[in-house]
């Protein structure tokens, strides 16, 4: 009798085991809709949990700022493009990528990602970029977008400040782990060096800078403003007293306040899709209106890089990283003493697989020295 109470306390142990694994298993990989594959709940960088394929293999993402991570990581696990290379950055951009469909993506003023030939590509899952905290409306918009393709939606920080978190957050989501690793440590290392380097500046060394956009120039965006973050960051100081402008930004100034302003420096935008190719550097050189500027009478006006990503800005992504280093270099030659050709063609290898020659770093740097 002591034998088998012993025994039927054994089998309801057992059972309850097993119960409790079953149970813990179903939160974490579920059948998907479609009971072709496995699904593993996640929860995102913005804090939503999101149900997505155990495995993934091909990536979308809204916007620029998201495909330039996982080009990074790996282009060959990106479905389609969200713009089109001009002709000098195709150069330098991997052959297969350029082969994409063009899928373009929701960004830039109201444009609107290709929903049948998205569904057509049937990327995995759709990356959706903020920066430094999830709004409200970028939430909708991931959800909406979840809703409307039945795929997907992960959102991840694009800021500089997380986005070492975001290479181990999208490194472990598409299997690319080491490579995140080593990404997200160079950036680690880099941001610290400058935040102690930037320190060192004293207020009356800071040097004023305007960030010129637009077809004429007179457009910019101020300190505390994603687009230009690179100037707050290495201690110089932005001249633009306008109000911050949300998603592409882009206040537009009068010539009177840039007058008045009065910089030193005049960082020129290259905008791809907005303006011209060298249209907004141009454009301030050659404008009468300009020629006052003691920035433009010193020949202080310098040129953002972008081959193949734009170094400053437009995109706000991991492009701007080797851009701290020249534009801290360009401003406080004596403080940000990099070796900038060596550096830059350590961060093309190692971030865009890419051995620069001499020729293309000359041709990089051409109006930005």
Known sequence: MKRRVICMIL????????????????????????????????????GRTVEIPKTIDQTLSRSPVGTLVMYTLNPGKIAGQNWEPTES????????FLALPMLSGWYADGKVGNVEEIVKAAPDIIFSSFSGKA????IDQANSIQE?????????????????????????????????????????????????????????????VYYAEGTEGLQTDPSGSQHSELIDLIGAVNVAEVEIKSGMGRSSVSLEQLL????EVIIACHDQGFAAEGATYDAVLSDDRFKTLDAVKNKKVYEVPY?????????????????????????YPEIYDYNLDQDTKAFYKLFYNIDLTTEQIKEIYKNSK
């Open 260 to 263: 008045q302003w009065a910089p």
């Open 11 to 46: 089998v309801i142990l057992i059972m309850m085991t097993g119960c409790a694994a079953q149970k813990e298993s179903k939160t974490e990989v579920t059948d998907n809709s479609a009971g072709s594959s496995e699904t593993v709940s996640i929860t995102d960088m913005a």
């Open 307 to 331: 081959q193949p990503f734009n170094f400053f800005d437009r995109p706000p992504s991991v492009n701007r990283i080797i851009g701290i280093k020249w534009l801290g270099n360009l401003l």
């Open 148 to 208: 409307q393709l039945k795929i997907p939606v992960v959102m991840i920080d694009s800021s500089l400040e997380s986005m070492s978190k975001t290479y181990e957050f999208v490194g472990n989501l598409v299997g690319e782990e080491q490579k995140a690793e080593k990404l997200g440590q160079y950036i680690d290392n880099l941001l610290s060096d400058v935040k102690t380097k930037s320190a060192t500046i004293d207020d009356e060394k800071r040097i004023s």
């Open 135 to 138: 709004t409200q409306g970028t």
């Open 89 to 96: 950055e195709k150069e330098y951009l991997d052959k297969d």
